[in-house]
C-alpha cells in the first residue's frame, strides 16, 4: 500500500462530458503529479502541483485542469470529453517538487469514454 | 524518435530463470531512474531507485545504469510466476517530471 487513494475506481462517460478524478496523496507529501496511461502505453505526465501551485505540465490541452487543496489532496478536471480520454489516470505523490523525489502511485481511475 | 526506448515483448520465461529487463534513453539531462512494476489494471509499484551509474541490489532483483551508454537494466533472479507483471523504466532530473518507458509485459511460466 502506498497511501495514495483514488476516487472513482471506474467510470463511465460520454463524449463531450466533464469529469472530475480526485486523489488523496501520502499522509506528508506537498506534491501531487497526474498522469495519463492508454492501453499498453507507459504512463504520460499530465501535470505537478507543489503545495497547491502548477509547477509543471506535459504536452495536454488546456481542458485538462487541475486543483489542489491546503490538505495537499488534488483534483483532475476533464472538460469536452474525446474518445481518446479513454485511458487510466494515476495520481502519484512525493515529498518536495523533483523528480528526484520517491514517487508513489495509486491504484488509477480508469475512465471509459463512449 | 521517443526519450526512452523499452521493448514491449511479451517476455516468456520459465521459473527459475534470470530475467533481463532493459531500457535506452537519448535525453543526458536524466539523473534519477526507477523500476516499476505494474500488474494488470493496478498502478504502478517502486521496485528500483538509482541515481548513479552501477549497481544496485535488493533480494532478487538488481538495477544497472550506464550514463555513458544511456542504457539502464533490471535483472531479476529466480523468477518466480508472481513476476509475471508489466515492467516499466522511468526517468527524471531536477524540476523535469518521469518520462516512462512503453513498459515489458513478463509472463514467467510455472
Known amino acids: 500500500e502506498t497511501g495514495v487513494t483514488q476516487s472513482p475506481t471506474h467510470l463511465i462517460k460520454t463524449r463531450g462530458q466533464q469529469v472530475t478524478l480526485r486523489c488523496s496523496s501520502q499522509?506528508?507529501?506537498?506534491?501531487v503529479s497526474w498522469y495519463q496511461q492508454a492501453l499498453g502505453q507507459g504512463p504520460q505526465f499530465i501535470f505537478q502541483y507543489y503545495r497547491e501551485e502548477e509547477n509543471g505540465r506535459g504536452n495536454f490541452p488546456p481542458r485538462f485542469s487541475g486543483l489542489q487543496f491546503p490538505n495537499y489532496s488534488s483534483e483532475l478536471n476533464v472538460n469536452a470529453l474525446e474518445l481518446d480520454d479513454s485511458a487510466l489516470y494515476l495520481c502519484?505523490?512525493?515529498?518536495?517538487?523533483?523528480?528526484?523525489?520517491?514517487?508513489?502511485f495509486g491504484e488509477g481511475s480508469w475512465l471509459t469514454v463512449v | 524518435q521517443k526519450e526512452v526506448e523499452q521493448d514491449p515483448g511479451p517476455l516468456s520465461v520459465p521459473e527459475g530463470a534470470i530475467v533481463s529487463l532493459n531500457c535506452t534513453y537519448s535525453?543526458?539531462?536524466?539523473?534519477?531512474f526507477m523500476w516499476y512494476r505494474q500488474y494488470s489494471r493496478k498502478g504502478p509499484e517502486l521496485l528500483m531507485y538509482t541515481y548513479s551509474s552501477g549497481n544496485k541490489e535488493d533480494g532478487r532483483f538488481t538495477a544497472q545504469v550506464d550514463k555513458s551508454s544511456k542504457y539502464i537494466s533490471l535483472f531479476i533472479r529466480d523468477s518466480q510466476p508472481s513476476d509475471s507483471a508489466t515492467y516499466l523504466c522511468?526517468?527524471?532530473?531536477?524540476?523535469?517530471?518521469?518520462?516512462f518507458g512503453s513498459g515489458t509485459r513478463l509472463q514467467v511460466q510455472p
Open positions: 522511468a526517468m527524471g532530473g531536477g524540476r523535469r517530471a518521469l518520462t
Open positions: 535525453n543526458s539531462a536524466f539523473q534519477y
Open positions: 499522509s506528508g507529501h506537498n506534491t
Open positions: 502519484a505523490s512525493s515529498l518536495g517538487g523533483s523528480s528526484g523525489n520517491t514517487i508513489y
